[in-house]
Structures are given as C-alpha cells and as structure tokens.
C-alpha cells in the first residue's frame, strides 16, 4: 500500500491576512492547514491533503485577486521551519 504525503507550499503574504488565510482553509475542511513560518515577514507554509491540490489551487488563485500571495522556494527551508 502506497502512502500518500501532504504537499507543502511556502508563501509570503500580507502578514495582516494571516488569520484570514487560515480561516479560509479551515472552512473547507480538510483540503489544507496553515502554519505560520515568519509572521514579522508573512511566510506561511500550506499543507495541502492529498488529493485536495486542485481545490486549494484554485483557493489560492481567488485569493491572489484580493490579497498579496507570493509563492517561496521550499528549498531555502530547513526542515525544522516546515514540520507541521
């Protein structure tokens, strides 16, 4: 049996829209969860559930009309910044 792994994506956003961002996911269950990386800079981590890529991309991608949402590359992390 294959185990399936959540997908992690490092944003910056405005470190004012934090809790929105987290209330937005949270209201639909289940696709994904925010961790907060950097708030002074407002680097989030989104934790994507497998099989839920699509509908928070397409989350994100109506936000990014509202709010400033910048994609980072994962790589300038440690893994410690990204455990859940």
Do not use: W
Request: charged residues 30%.
């Amino acid at each position: 049996m294959t185990q399936l792994e959540t997908i992690k994506q490092v944003y910056r956003v405005d470190r004012k829209e934090i809790s929105f961002l987290r209330f937005i996911f949270e209201s639909y269950d289940g696709i994904a969860v925010i961790k907060t990386i950097d708030p002074q800079n407002g680097v989030i981590c989104l934790y994507i559930a497998p099989g839920c890529e699509h509908d928070a991309e397409m989350i994100l991608k109506d936000l990014k009309t509202e709010i400033m949402i910048e994609s980072l590359p994962i790589e300038s992390f440690t893994s410690e910044d990204l455990e859940p």
